[in-house]
């Protein structure tokens, strides 16, 4: 029987800052976090502010640019503001989602699939939407297995990692793939060996082997360290072949009150994006320090510059190819309102009126 996972030394290799990063962010936030979630919320504040509630891994790339070269900053001043922006990190859409919705944060980073699922659960209330891409990235659902050749193979045996059970797009991903491969109504066929555990000490635990964690649906750089760190990992599943090509991977999303009571720093935070989005696109190496410097990463730079110049992976802002998921989601019941267009769930911006 396989030895439960629990995160060990071995996590050093990715990050020894969760539970810091997760306890700064119960302090910064003003929160107190327990078995319900996020409960109690900072006040409201006037221009000029801006909280961001970001996540693990590279797709957060941009945000990472924005904050080191202060472009929120350098944007704000344009719109006649002093901007202070605050920085939180968090794990799983789930979270990210309880502190927006708390009032906690501003601006918070997540799937497509956590969007899609406050968006539902707004509508005619916050009116959350999404303000951005950060990107389209693929991901990969990675086994230590050598017998799971596809999400077939899976057996009770098996545990497959991910940021947030049911919310998450991994997890919205994953169950998109089962419903192509079994038929709608067994779209949560394989929900039951899923597990939630940040990318961090999932991918640890791919790497040293030996535990029920067998899958993890990551994100980079964390899937290609697991490949490279295990000669047994593999890819499994890549998301852009379940989503037909290129997708969004993670979006930023805020209520209609933000964008509506603070517009100049909601303009200046979206122009910022843009000009992180044209800085990694003309200075990947440059792009690949700060990532480096930002989470104080152990990353080798050759893994994270090979994942950077992926020609698969593109950092923009306008968001690609989300609508497929967002009907799936409406077609099997998890999502009560049926997205006409990916504009539905999209707040209208010039900076994003390209997208899909």
Not at 182 to 203: E, I
Not at 237 to 245: E, M, P, R
Request: proline share 5%.
């Amino acid at each position: 029987m396989l030895a439960r996972f629990r995160p060990t030394a071995a996590r050093s290799f990715f990050t020894r800052r969760f539970t810091t990063a997760a306890a700064t962010a119960t302090t910064l936030l003003g929160l107190s976090i327990g078995t319900a979630g996020l409960t109690t919320a900072m006040p409201a504040h006037a221009e000029g502010q801006i909280r961001v509630a970001e996540q693990f891994g590279i797709v957060y790339l941009l945000l990472n640019v924005a904050r080191d070269q202060q472009f929120v900053e350098k944007e704000g001043r344009k719109q006649g503001l002093d901007i202070k922006v605050d920085w939180v990190k968090l794990s799983g859409g789930a979270a990210i989602n309880d502190a927006l919705l708390s009032g906690a944060v501003d601006v918070a980073g997540a799937g497509v699939g956590p969007l899609l699922t406050i968006w539902d659960r707004t509508r005619g209330k916050q009116n959350v939407k999404g303000v951005a891409s950060l990107g389209n990235l693929p991901y990969y659902l990675v086994s230590n297995n050598p017998d799971v050749k596809t999400i077939a193979d899976f057996t009770e045996k098996d545990r497959i990692a991910l940021p947030a059970v049911n919310v998450s797009v991994q997890s919205r991903v994953l169950q998109y793939a089962a419903a192509k491969r079994w038929g709608d109504k067994a779209y949560n066929r394989l929900d039951k060996f899923t597990q939630a555990l940040p990318h961090p000490d999932a991918a640890a635990a791919i790497i040293a082997g030996g535990t029920e964690i067998t899958g993890h649906f990551g994100n980079p750089p964390f899937q290609e360290q697991e490949l490279a760190g295990n000669p047994k990992a593999h890819i499994v599943l890549n998301s852009y072949d379940v989503l037909g090509g290129p997708s969004s991977a993670t979006v930023l999303y805020a209520t209609e009150k933000f964008r509506d009571n603070n517009p100049k720093t909601y303009r200046a935070f979206v122009d910022a994006l843009a000009d992180a989005a044209r800085f990694v696109a003309a200075n990947p190496e440059a792009a690949a320090d700060i990532y480096i410097r930002t989470n104080q990463s152990k990353i080798d730079r050759d893994l994270l510059l090979k994942v950077i110049k992926n020609p698969q992976v593109q950092f923009k802002v306008a968001p690609q190819n989300t609508l497929g998921l967002a009907q799936f989601m409406y077609r099997v019941g998890v999502i009560k309102n049926e997205p006409k267009s990916w504009k539905d769930y999209f707040f209208d911006d010039p900076a994003t009126a390209a997208g899909s």
